[in-house]
């Protein structure tokens, strides 16, 4: 639970009526940003969210599937897409209610539970959720980076690099595109809380481990773009090229991609 001072603008206890609405609001957004709510099903598949994080044998599991989805025997290119796309299921809900309305949800893994899928989002549902408001929105960076980091990624990062040897700097450059990622998608399905979600962006990379990790630029007035550090390594999958956003591409085609984009969104 974040700490309150006396006098503090927040974070406060929010009651189960405002969480339950602040959740179903943001994950009307769609793909990422869904979370049920309610008992977990009796129907096998549904583990608590502490294994995923913690457990090296079903993480290392996880790996092998994604391994064998993208085509790939490197365990180490497999581990890093796999990191990205949990860190961006993370941080999905728990961005989406602290840009779009004040509040800190608490996805405690031993409250919540996911269920493996062959494509799409990974399923999750909490049985029970704790949320605070933040009647000062500048304060909710560092509570939400102790939440989503602290909480749940450093646990995941752990028990990847104990299966698969990565570099930290790797993972957290995952971790930050992820975030980045999941806040521009905010801003573009929902546009009034663009600059919000840039705002709470910016501060969130300025943090702990996310800092150094790349940088959210605006190269034209409502046109965030955000280029990383670091590489994913996707390029190293049958197919796969460099990311948007990865530290590989030359400055020029990044230059020239902001330009045209820019164009195209008439500024």
Known sequence: MPSVR????????????????????????????GLDLGPVPREP??????DLLADPATVEARIADTAGRLGTAETRVAASILFQGLAARLWSPSLGAAVAHDLLIDLAPRHVHWRAVAEGPLPLRAAHLEGWEVRGPARIAGPLYRTVVTGLLEPLAETVRRIVPTAPGLLWGNAASALAGTLLELGRRRPGLAARAVALGRELLDTGLLRGTGELAE?????PVFTRRSCCLFYRLPGGGMCGDCVLVDPGIRRERWARAARESGR
Do not use: K, M
Request: hydrophobic letters at 50%; proline letters at 21%.
């Open 45 to 50: 598949g549904w583990r608590p969210l502490a």
């Open 6 to 33: 006396p006098g503090a603008p927040g974070p406060f206890p929010a009651s189960p009526a405002v969480v339950a609405a602040a959740v179903a609001d943001v994950a009307a957004a769609g793909g990422y940003f």
């Open 219 to 223: 190269p034209a007035p409502g046109h």
